[in-house]
């Protein structure tokens, strides 16, 4: 219904009564709508906007899970800005997240290219493509770290095979870690769903667009950067949010099982750190501040992709 | 249409909050105290916690069998998984819903004992005839002294010790390990019996530190103290372990740390002459296929090694508390054989331990039951009396430094900051 002005239902000649009553058909609607709404607002408050702002509250107190919370205001904010473990965990965690996000993107989104290409048992290709993403993270973990083992995983049995007998220490080696994890990232969830809606993107770039290019003479790079990534744009910015909120808060269930934070805290990122304080040495405050960290930071990462995406995305609108 | 509108959203929201509201609620017949009662068979039913699973093979599952023992009373098992064992445990005594029986980790007990979230035993022990204060091992009456007074009592105890590859010592034509061997001995061993084919090394002197406590043990034997006034305590023993880990390491002696060292075990797969880890090993080891026995730990400046158990003990919030006591005291007496020849781990009673009952005899070994008393004598509840979280921190730092990712120095200056704070 279109919210009128009283002045604007008198205009109209219109009494007050009309006024009146078209204001309750007003109010009417917008209690439906919440009751609506309802299950998901109630919902968020209990098990996502309480927990928040308790675990805000928890922050400011020294509470050990057993003994009593004891205020004591800014301490364990204190605490964690002069912990050398904590900017270390800040860093590890932002340069995992910023390559994780473009490693996956680009990886999720080259294989989409191929899925696109439409060529003969291609719903194989997209089967082979999204099956480990429909493993649990932990699984998927526990699985790489025994075929990664040093002396008794497969990978480093076949570069044996193929006379390779250096046996790399893939998870322990802080040169090695990285492109390791990076490499078992592309096999989550996460990049498998990315696949599927950059594949579901790519469907519905106009192919009128890609027409006009080849009468106007484009290559097929010309074509990919001039139409493709344009049109892909919203799509792109879209996955690039979730892939870094998947990297700030899912990181945990990759690191984990597969390296627990190391080698020498190289892989320690502030989830793990959370983790650690808070169900290891039981520092519920610490962690809670730790967490509303890792709050802000993923808040800010994602104000950050949204004001740059003025200047790259392109909306039909 | 618009009232049947308003009444579905109504009635969808109403729904939703009864649901969650109620799922949210407490059950009191949960997880904590289950008596109950059924007309004139009264059967009272408790919940233990315990981080393995239970016997399959019921007459060695000793919760099962007190119920066999004692009509009326039923004992069931509530399995956590070991990495998450403690900090379960803490939420559970922290939320107010932990089982009637709780088996708490050394590290766990004094927080527990301290917040009275745990009842002191001693009045039932002083009335007990089948418990006696006097017949547990001498590390037990230390953690009395630590806590004030006795607010559990050890299932078992379990060792660590030394594990060696008899076949592999005959071929390498080196002596078998004897009770009185020093780490010297086990260098000395080692580089006879690690072997390097192309580059590559297919057999090594011993395995690598695959469990946690291999670490605190050799820094013990070492001569540092691991653990005083309630804190951890390494300073000189520790980087002299290090430093020796670091040369077996480089030398190729034994594997250097990796992910996954936990669960590849190159000693059963016969890739490695020796193991140190825990004696709880020797029920696994009994179906190996090759001739192996037992010594204990290589001797450093002093014979040191961990003891490792869990505590019976009795939550506040446990209503029948009377039958969790009877289950206990069951436990600690007629059920001990059953614990320890289902485990393989020594009764922490004395007089229970001397029968034998925890000497679980494989196809090829062990026969050296003797390292069991030796690593008794010496061993002491030194890191498992810190919360996890510092000592599975140190382990990190310790791989590092064995790996030469940071100096050893460095490692133990920062694992003590770190876990003084």
Known sequence: MYRLSKKRVKYMNHSDQYYSNYKKRLIKNDLTAYAFLSPWIIGFI????????????????????????????????????QSKSFWNSLYVTLLFSILSVIITIIWSFSLALLLNLELKFNSFFQ???????VVPTVALAFAFQLMFNKDSGIVNYLLGVVGFNASPNWLYDPKLVYPTVFFIALFTYSTGQMLLIFKSGLKEVPSELYEACEIDGANTIQKFFYVTLPAMSPVILFNMVMATIAALNNSFSLLYP???????????????????????????????????????IAAVLAAIQFKLSNKWVHYDS | MKHAKKLAGIALSMAFLVSTLGGCGSSSSEQSSNSSTTGEGKTIKLVITQWGEPNKDKSLDQNYQFGVHNPGYELETMVIPEAEYSSKLNQMIAAGNAP??????????????????????????????????????????????LNGATYGLPWCYAAEIMYYNKDMFDAAGVAYPTNEWTMS??????????????????QYGADGMGFVGGWWSGIGAAGDEIYKDGKLSIGEGAKKFLKTQKELVDKQLIPAPSADSAGSDLFASGRAAMTRTGSWMVGTYKDLEFNWDIAPQPKDVRSYNTLHTGMYSIPETTKDKDSAWKAIEWLM?????????????????????????????????????SAFDVAAQSGQFGYVLL????????VKAFEAAVLGQKSIDDTVKEVMEKASK
Do not use: H, R
Not at chain 2, 128 to 142: L, R, Y
Not at chain 2, 188 to 202: D, H, P, Y
Not at chain 2, 387 to 394: E, L, Q, S
């Open chain 1, 127 to 133: 089967f082979i493509y999204f099956i480990p993403a």
């Open chain 2, 333 to 369: 007496s007629d059920g001990q054989p059953i614990l320890s020849k289902g485990m393989g781990n020594m009764s922490a009673v004395m007089s229970i331990a001397a029968k034998g009952d925890y000497k679980v005899q494989g196809k090829f070994g062990p026969s050296n039951w």
């Open chain 2, 100 to 145: 009637d029986i709780i088996t708490a980790w050394e590290c766990d007990l004094q927080g527990f004992a301290a917040n009275k979230k745990i009842i002191a035993l001693d009045d039932y022990i002083a009335k007990s005839t089948k418990v006696k204060a006097d017949d547990f091992i001498p590390a037990v009456a230390k953690l009395k002294e």
């Open chain 1, 258 to 296: 597969l390296t627990g934070g190391g080698p020498n805290e190289a892989t320690n990122v502030l989830s793990l750190e959370i983790y650690n304080q808070t169900f290891k040495n039981f520092q519920i405050g610490y962690g809670s501040a730790l967490s509303v960290i890792l709050f802000l």
């Open chain 2, 387 to 394: 919360p996890t979280g510092i000592t599975g921190d140190a």
């Open chain 1, 46 to 81: 209990l098990f996502s906007g309480f927990p928040i702002l308790y675990s805000l509250f928890i922050s400011f107190t020294d509470w050990s899970l057993l003994g009593s919370k004891n205020f004591i205001f800014l301490d364990n904010y204190i605490s964690l800005f």
């Open chain 2, 185 to 202: 001995d086990f260098i000395a061993a080692a580089e006879k019996l690690t072997k390097i084919e192309n580059g590559k090394v297919v």
